[in-house]
């Protein structure tokens, strides 16, 4: 007999074969209910305290302890992965300080990607290995079809590259959140252009990363006309004569207005967007920079009536100055954009579930904070980051992590290399960020240069399940087949250069004083803190370290000798493989627990 299982059935079954019998704690913490939220209640006496509770918490500021966990709290949703150092440092700053530090940053574009295929073919425009591609256009689209293969390929790469390599700002975590909502597929983009659409898609993503907290409006203004975006949604083909509403649509439906009950937009206002739209073009393709360019003879010279919504607004017929007259006519629906890109930043970095009291005391006021502002994003992040709904204990540990962030935020906070020895086997780098983004994150549903269709991730936006998306009988495996891969090992070889890719266990708890590692409580007390996104209870942590620190032996000493004797002589084979082997124990079953799958 077949039967099948609900995402969450499966990912309960599935943890609890995989943490050496430990009782998972997954649905503890899982907070899909909706006559209230269960959660820790740091108040209690007890290890683990099953509260419910309806959540009232909304912007004001958050005045609470600043501590390593808040800390842990934030970056775990701002950042993929962190450095323990890190968190120290922004300890150091308190609440306001480290906010203001992820939300402020200089718009300097990084080095851009190279040409790192250079092994076996020559780039058909003559661009020399190590060099940048993105400013090269064949000068046909009959020619360069393979390089630009190669090009996305490299783009897809090196961007993977970026998160790994990102500063202590939420840049590269804002980039992947328009990314999703406002996506484009690079094949897809191929496909429509091209052999120069490589250069395009980057230069979509140069402005995302030069725009992470920018300007709203203006961000929808320039997608309206972004080359890539109009290969993507078509409007490259919209014409007075045949009038494509695929862009018309989803600017609407998905980027501004959104499909909630105060969205009353209607297929006749698609029709007149579309109409709107026509005209525009890329005609230099096979230039270098490509621009959009309005072409009159093309364009729909009707008068656009729209719906009694936009209260039967008419846009005469004016020519390219009808794209600012519709972007002006979306954006004076103020209460129904302001709150449809609020609730899909709170989906994207606190939560997924949008109660009344949430809607009432978080989005609605997040929504008035970004009209006052006048669509700038970085005040309604600095707004939620801030807040004390943002740090309640509801909105920990209950977030599915997305292959990108249990990926990456793995191999930043266990300090995996992921930059090759020689900075200029671009081949090889590239190859170590190709493993992660192909071979890692692709089976895992999540892949950087690739969405499913125009809505984005699924996780994302997608009722009733969201988070639970990530989860199914094929990603659930690879999630754990990860993990043991980072601690087992992989040393791979690209392009002459053999590659390391294991968590060094001893130098991790290093990180730590030595008063702590000595000490099996305190050690595996700040391993808890560092890698899970909530605390366990007290018998989970005995367990944690008899079975592993104590190799089932009782006293504490066993691994406090253990210890002394590998830091006296780190040097002694015999030494080390002891305390290796005992700490690879503890960690792989701290990143096996359910825990480890949330933040």
Not at 450 to 478: C, D, K, L
Request: aromatic fraction near 14%; proline fraction near 4%; hydrophobic fraction near 40%.
């Amino acid at each position: 007999m077949s039967y099948k299982l609900s995402r969450r059935q499966l990912f309960r079954k599935f943890v609890s074969k995989c943490s050496n019998g430990l009782d998972p704690l997954l649905e503890k913490y899982r907070r899909k209910i909706y006559n209230g939220r269960r959660y820790l209640d740091p108040t209690s006496t007890s290890d683990i305290s099953n509260r419910k509770i309806n959540i009232t918490s909304g912007i004001a500021p958050y005045t609470g302890v600043w501590t390593e966990k808040e800390v842990i709290h934030l970056l775990k949703r701002t950042l993929f992965g962190f450095k323990i150092r890190d968190v120290n440092a922004f300890v150091s700053l308190g609440m306001n300080n480290a906010v203001n530090q992820l939300l402020n940053f200089t718009n300097v574009v990084p080095s851009p990607p190279v040409n790192n295929y250079q092994n076996g073919f020559n780039d058909e425009g003559g661009i020399g290995y190590g060099t940048d591609w993105t400013t090269h256009a064949f000068s046909s689209n009959a020619v360069g079809g393979t390089t630009n293969v190669y090009r996305n390929i490299s783009l897809a790469n090196w961007s993977t590259g970026q998160a790994l390599n990102q500063e202590n700002t939420i840049r590269e975590k804002m980039l992947w959140f328009w990314y999703h909502f406002i996506p484009i597929d690079l094949e897809t983009v191929r496909v429509a252009s091209g052999s120069n659409s490589a250069r395009i898609c980057y230069d979509y993503f140069k402005f995302l990363r030069i725009n992470a907290t920018g300007n709203f409006k203006a961000i929808i203004r320039n997608m309206a006309t972004q080359p890539a975006m109009m290969y993507y949604l078509n409007n490259q083909a919209n014409t007075k004569t045949a009038p494509d509403e695929n862009f018309a649509r989803e600017i609407m439906e998905l980027f501004t207005l959104g499909k909630d009950p105060l969205s009353q937009y209607t297929e006749s206002d698609v029709v007149q967007a579309a109409k709107v739209l026509t005209g525009w073009r890329v005609q230099n393709l096979t230039q270098s920079p490509t621009t959009t360019t309005f072409v009159s003879s093309l364009h729909d010279t009707s008068n656009k009536t729209f719906s009694s919504f936009f209260n039967n607004t008419v846009i005469n017929s004016n020519g390219a100055a009808e794209l600012d007259t519709f972007i002006a006519m979306i954006f004076s629906k103020e209460q129904v954009v302001s709150e449809y890109i609020c609730r899909r930043l709170y989906r994207y970095f606190v939560y997924y579930d949008i109660d009344a009291s949430v809607e009432l005391n978080v989005i609605q006021p997040l929504a008035r904070v970004f009209v006052a502002s006048n669509w700038e994003i970085k005040p309604v992040l600095d707004t939620l980051f801030k807040s004390e709904h943002f740090f309640d204990m509801a909105n920990r540990g209950v977030y599915i992590k997305s292959p990108f962030d249990l990926v990456l935020g793995s191999l930043r906070t266990f300090n995996i290399n992921y930059n090759v020895s020689d900075a200029f086997n671009f081949d090889a780098q590239y190859s170590v960020w190709r493993y992660f983004n192909s071979s890692v994150m692709k089976p895992m549903e999540q892949t950087m240069g690739e969405v499913p269709n125009v809505s984005g991730w699924n996780a994302f936006y997608q009722a009733p399940s969201f988070h639970e998306y990530w989860i199914n009988s094929n990603t659930v495996q690879r999630r754990y087949s990860f993990i043991n891969t980072i601690f087992n090992g992989y040393y791979p070889t690209y392009n002459g250069l053999k590659v390391k890719i294991e968590v060094d266990v001893i130098a991790w708890v290093m990180q730590f004083s030595s008063s702590i590692i000595q000490d099996p409580d305190e050690l595996v007390n700040e391993c808890v803190k560092y890698l899970l996104p909530i605390d366990i209870s007290t018998s989970v942590k005995d367990s944690l370290k008899v079975q592993n620190l104590l190799s089932n032996q009782t006293t504490n000493s066993y691994w406090t000798t253990a210890w002394l004797n590998y830091s006296n002589s780190p040097t002694n084979a015999t030494y080390t493989a002891v305390v290796k082997t005992r700490l690879k124990g503890l960690l792989v079953s701290i990143a096996q627990l359910a825990e480890y799958q949330l933040m």
